[in-house]
């Protein structure tokens, strides 16, 4: 019974491992894929406008560049952003330490 116990508590480490880890993931892959997708609505609605595609890109690009600098040098915005992602993953580090002492006290 121990056995199925301490398999168990191994089955839901590995859960909150795999929702922590995709919970990380999505937080700073959203950091990187925004600003990809501000610069793709705007080409859009530059094209939609009559614009060229490639003009439009040439002029999206460096605003949507302009705008992820200016939201950098906000003073303590990209530092508490980059908290909040990192207080993520020690959260998820100690959640993970917990269910192996549960197993080694089941162990026992």
């Known amino acids: 019974m121990k056995k199925v116990n301490v398999g168990l508590v191994r ?10 880890l995709f919970m990380v993931m999505v937080y700073f892959g959203t950091f990187l894929l925004l600003p990809l997708d ?24 460096p ?17 508490m952003l980059m908290d909040m992602g990192m207080d993520l993953v020690n959260t ?5 330490e917990e269910f192996n002492k549960m197993a080694e006290a089941l162990k026992d």
Do not use: D, H, S
């Open 11 to 20: 089955l839901l480490q590995f859960v909150v491992f795999v929702l922590f």
């Open 38 to 61: 501000a610069a793709v609505l705007l080409i859009k609605l530059m094209t939609a406008f009559g614009m060229n595609g490639i003009l439009a890109t040439v002029i999206a690009v």
């Open 63 to 79: 605003v949507v560049a302009y705008l992820v600098l200016m939201v950098y040098k906000m003073p303590g915005l990209f530092k």
């Open 92 to 96: 998820g580090k100690a959640r993970v």
